[in-house]
């Protein structure tokens, strides 16, 4: 298969889609999860069908974002590698791909609702403002890379009709910020403000106080969503053993252990920012760093064990 008679590089276009960031779109299924509803079948796949929508529309703004940066990524001693700004993938086809699956996921959006295609189109329309223009300027570009996180969480909401809990939307809000924070550090940290036009209006002083602000915030927001969070009463294998034998341990605060990853998390996050200035792609840390990992995975199955066993 050829374009302008150039073979075109499938492995390389594959890369360019940035599969790795897909790992984002699992926040969809956060209102199933903590709702008790991850195992109705009918609201399971719904998720589904909006985790594949976003990682489409995901992939479709990467492509863009890559065009409009390719300049200035050839530039930088890591990006540069990139398949648009290696020059692996051409920018016409990145245009024609990106284009393919924007309709294509915006056409998906049928099989959930009609709120689910507006905040998709929401969601697609500020990724492509990112890219050309908000990213640009300081504190925007940050306020911007959180709202990609909470409209992914919201869109969990409208696609199942659920709610996440007042407090962890909260959470969801300054994990974001801090994340957020932390990646723009990084950068300011290893390759200076010529990589990025906002950082021209960031200094390392402010980037660390946004990032132990928001980092602050995240751990007590998810405390009060621990402390003040209604027991779903799933009633699991478990319930019944306690109401048996220690009916009392059924209504004590089981949420708050979960305290305890989410701290993991966020000290070894902090350490991978402000000792190791790794924070410039934070979704391959989580995939990659082992302590981080393992917070997330224990965070999770703590979830799962309160949720839908006790």
């Not at 393919?100 to 915006?106: E, I, M, S, V």
């Not at 962890?168 to 550090?185: D, E, N, T, Y």
Request: glycine share 6%; proline share 4%.
């Amino acid at each position: 298969m050829k374009l302008n008679e150039k073979p075109i590089n499938l492995l390389a276009l594959f890369r360019a889609l940035r599969p790795s960031q897909w790992l984002k779109n699992l926040s969809l299924f956060a209102a199933p999860l903590l709702n008790g509803q991850l195992t109705n079948p009918i609201l399971f796949t719904k998720s589904f069908i909006g985790f594949i929508i976003f990682c489409l529309l995901s992939s479709s703004a990467y492509l863009i974002n890559d065009i409009a940066d390719a300049p200035r990524d050839r530039l930088h001693p890591v990006k540069n590698k990139r398949p648009i700004a290696s020059r692996a993938v051409s920018e016409s086809l990145a245009v024609t791909v990106s284009v393919f699956l924007l309709f294509g996921a915006l056409s998906l959006t049928t099989l959930i609702n009609f709120y689910f295609f507006l905040i998709s189109l929401v969601f697609i329309i500020l990724q492509y403002s990112y890219s050309f223009f908000l990213k640009k300027q300081a504190l925007i570009d940050i306020i911007g890379i959180s709202s990609f996180f909470i409209i992914r969480a919201f869109a969990g909401e409208l696609a199942t009709g659920y709610h996440l809990p007042v407090w962890i939307m909260m959470a969801v809000i300054f994990l974001s910020l801090f994340i957020a924070s932390g990646k723009r550090r990084s950068e300011l940290v290893t390759v200076g403000r010529a990589s990025r036009r906002a950082l021209i209006g960031y200094g390392k002083g402010l980037l660390n106080f946004y990032t132990t602000m928001f980092a602050v915030c995240t751990l007590i927001s998810y405390s009060m969503f621990t402390f003040f969070a209604e027991p779903i009463g799933f009633q699991g294998i478990v319930h019944h053993f306690l109401l048996e034998n220690f009916p009392n341990a059924i209504y004590r605060k089981w949420y708050m252990v979960t305290i305890l990853p989410v701290i993991i998390g966020l000290m070894r996050y902090g350490q991978l920012i402000f000792e190791m200035q790794e924070g410039e792609r934070p979704e391959d840390l989580i995939t990659t760093d082992l302590p981080l990992l393992f917070s997330v995975l224990l965070w999770g199955l703590l979830m799962i064990t309160i949720i839908y066993v006790l």
